[in-house]
């Protein structure tokens, strides 16, 4: 169960940093983008690790705050879904 949360977990991070650069090249180039919303939400649902080294990677998205808040509250939705995963699967009573 570990193994695939955190397999799942790394996966969709992966995932995110990779949406955070092709964002970023699209930017450059004057191409389509992906929106805000899916950037965003992306990183709230369990991808705020990624996301946050992306936009720190590839600098973007960093000046808006909000983007930074949802990275920390992503990253935070990572740590409280571990919890309950642990207390679920594997605390004892």
């Known amino acids: 169960m570990v193994i695939a949360f955190l397999s799942l977990l790394l996966t969709w991070n992966l995932v995110v940093l990779v949406m955070y650069g092709v964002d970023k090249r699209k930017a450059i180039k004057g191409n389509w983008r992906i ?34 808040a949802t990275w920390y509250l992503g990253i935070a939705v990572i740590f409280v879904t571990a919890y309950y995963l642990y207390i679920y699967f594997f605390k004892t009573s």
């Open 35 to 68: 929106s805000e919303k899916t950037l965003l939400l992306s990183a709230l649902f369990w991808g705020g690790l990624g996301a946050m080294i992306g936009g720190k990677l590839f600098h973007h998205k960093t000046q808006k705050w909000y983007f930074q």
